[in-house]
């Protein structure tokens, strides 16, 4: 039942404007072109910016190019929105392909549809791609990126809420989420004023004490060689379990339990995975952003292998041989270990 901390959904005037109209409403006349801005595609934009530039922030302080994530983005962002729609789409078959069914609105993705596993997926292969091309070290980037993904995340979640989407089950709970009917994701017979977990706000909290965690963990450690980015795996699994339990949208089942549950246990895994198998193969500190023959220096402002050297290529104690500038290794002080 609705209350008065019960939380109200934007309504189909915020969902989308129209940029063309709004610029003519305030006196630029010659301007003829309708351009539609949807609000989830919107918050997706802003949850990408600010990952990027967080990631630039904190890959430029490990000593690489100043914006060369640009470089790398260019290969992840698109490969990741691919794969997060293409995930989706494939989980979600019944909502794309039946009888009569426009299968262009599998492009729409201003409609909603995006899933984070698929988006990790195909972006990971894109900013391998990228990294390869640019000689940043993946696991660098991946530890540099790893906080900006949570912030991003909770960009989407926000888009969800101007769509009306991926809510939770129905609950008597004061902060419930108000729906406007008719909404295909809620059951036939519910009553009017019946109130829904607001589950997009449940993740933007859970991704943004994640993101704060992050951070905080790699200020007082310096962790490297994709542990962080294990960490992220580790946090963002366990919320998206149990937040996936309680959404009502419709899902593929396998064993009787939603494949992104199964999802996030694998997400959950593989970053105790990476913590462990890093920690054994990397005991030391990463010799630097870039991979052996690749660098840059303020000084230089090219690649060059006399920058960047490393003493053991398998990464086992590897040290930072900075010949030019004389700055001290990478393997000393107490985050040597990180």
Request: overall charge negative; glycine content about 12%; aromatic content about 12%.
């Amino acid at each position: 039942m609705i209350s008065a901390l019960s939380i109200p959904s934007p309504g189909e005037e915020w969902r989308a404007f129209n940029l063309g109209q709004w610029l003519r409403d305030i006196g630029l006349s010659w301007f003829s072109l309708d351009i539609t801005i949807n609000a989830y595609a919107l918050c997706i934009l802003l949850g990408i910016a600010a990952a990027v530039w967080l990631t630039h922030v904190r890959l430029t302080r490990r000593g690489a190019e100043p914006w060369i994530v640009l470089d790398i983005a260019l290969f992840a962002v698109p490969l990741g929105i691919i794969g997060g729609r293409i995930y989706h789409v494939v989980t979600h078959p019944a909502d794309y392909f039946f009888p009569g069914a426009d299968l262009l609105r599998v492009l729409y993705i201003w409609e909603g549809g995006m899933a984070i596993f698929g988006a990790l997926i195909g972006g990971a292969v894109g900013a391998y791609i990228g990294c390869r091309v640019t000689g940043i070290r993946f696991w660098s980037f991946a530890d540099a990126l790893a906080p900006g993904l949570l912030i991003a995340q909770a960009f989407g979640r926000l888009g969800n809420w101007f769509n009306q989407e991926l809510f939770g089950l129905p609950t008597d709970l004061p902060w419930g989420l108000e729906i406007d009917r008719p909404n295909a994701a809620i059951p036939v017979g519910l009553p009017e004023d019946v109130l829904f977990h607001p589950t997009f706000l449940y993740e933007i909290v859970w991704n943004l004490a994640g993101a704060a965690l992050l951070l905080l963990i790699d200020a007082r450690l310096r962790v490297q060689w994709g542990k962080l980015l294990g960490g992220y795996l580790i946090w963002y699994g366990v919320g998206r379990s149990v937040f996936e339990t309680i959404r009502l949208d419709p899902s593929e089942l396998f064993l009787g339990v939603r494949v992104n549950v199964w999802a996030a246990w694998a997400a959950v895994l593989l970053g105790i995975i990476i913590v462990i198998v890093q920690r054994r193969r990397h005991p030391g500190a990463e010799p630097g952003p870039y991979v052996a023959g690749r660098g840059w220096t303020p000084e230089a402002g090219v690649d060059s292998e006399e920058v960047y050297t490393e003493t053991d290529l398998a990464g086992k104690d590897a040290a930072l041989v900075a010949e030019k500038s004389g700055a001290p290794s990478a393997t000393s002080g107490p985050a040597a270990n990180a």
